[in-house]
């Protein structure tokens, strides 16, 4: 073994225990969350997959299973898969409290999906691809379980095309929340669907509105720093420099994450 794969092993390992980590604590307050669970932006991504009755839909990295459920109205069964058991558990109770039977849900890893190669019409992730080191090879992963003529749908917020902007906005979401590796720009996460062979996708944008105080309380900041972390946000105020809309609300701050949904279909 190479210094430099047992290096990048290591730090494989260092980011899988973030992920569990952050998960398992925010899995209640996440699953508690308005703006997660938002019916208009649900809407959005679902209608975006142009789903039919018949279908079979995967959501990965599922969380709390808002999409799942969401998809669940629309398809014949909607499948629900996340590294976290404790996001399952939200999920389960998600789906029992919509009375939706045609869902199940997996425990597993979006680098590994336990699926035959086009075992669904629809695969689905949302906001987690930040949280991903390895991004074309999870949505590699996406495209192979998705069938010829299925829909491959990423949702994720974007990072400012200023560099400066971009950097700033992760260095404060890496602080609230280690597991995140990056937030990219737009250009990289259509490039994934390039890449992967799928052509252009389409875009449909929309956002994600945030307040300083509700966001601190979701949050499991580096050394519980949750004062550092307000300290960040209010420094996002001035000349918006993270690139998020970033303005003073009375004795709070808001912003804006840019959300975009990109979906393409499997040729
Ligand atoms: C920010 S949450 C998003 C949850 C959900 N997609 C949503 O939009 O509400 C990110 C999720 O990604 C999951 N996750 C991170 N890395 C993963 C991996 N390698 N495999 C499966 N799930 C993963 C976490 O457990 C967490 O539930």
Redesign the pocket.
């Known amino acids: 073994m190479t210094a430099n794969s047992s290096g990048s092993r290591a730090a494989d390992c260092a980011h899988q225990a973030a ?1 569990a980590d952050q ?1 398992s604590r925010q899995a209640e307050l ?1 699953a508690a969350a308005p703006a ?1 669970h938002n019916e208009a932006a649900l809407d959005l991504l679902v209608a975006a997959a142009a789903p039919l009755p018949t279908d079979l839909s995967l ?6 299973g ?2 799942v459920v969401a998809f669940a109205r629309r398809v014949r069964r909607a499948v629900g ?4 058991q404790a ?1 399952l558990d939200q999920a389960r109770k998600r789906a029992a409290r919509a009375a939706a039977g045609n869902v199940d849900w997996h425990l ?4 590994d999906l336990p699926f035959a190669q086009g075992a669904f019409d629809i695969v689905s ?4 691809f930040h ?2 080191r390895e991004p074309a090879k ?1 949505f590699a992963e996406m495209v192979r379980v998705c069938a010829v003529g299925g829909r491959i749908v990423l949702c994720d917020a974007v990072a400012s095309d200023d560099a400066g902007k971009a950097a700033a906005f992760n260095r404060m979401e890496r602080y609230r929340d280690p597991s995140t590796v990056e937030f990219r720009p737009l250009s990289a996460l259509r490039a994934l669907f390039r890449e992967a062979g799928l052509g252009e996708p389409a875009a449909r944008f929309y956002q994600v509105p945030a307040e300083r105080e509700a966001l601190v309380a979701l949050s499991f900041p580096a050394g519980d720093d949750r004062a550092g972390l307000r300290a960040m946000l209010d420094e996002a105020v001035e000349g918006d420099r993270m690139g998020v809309n970033a303005r003073r609300h009375g004795d709070t701050m808001r912003f804006d994450y840019p959300a975009v949904v990109l979906v393409a279909v499997k040729g």
């Open positions: 992920i998960f996440f997660l959501d990965v990295a599922c969380g709390p808002s999409v898969l996340d590294a976290t996001m597993g890893d979006v680098y992730c949302r906001f987690a949280h991903l999870a």
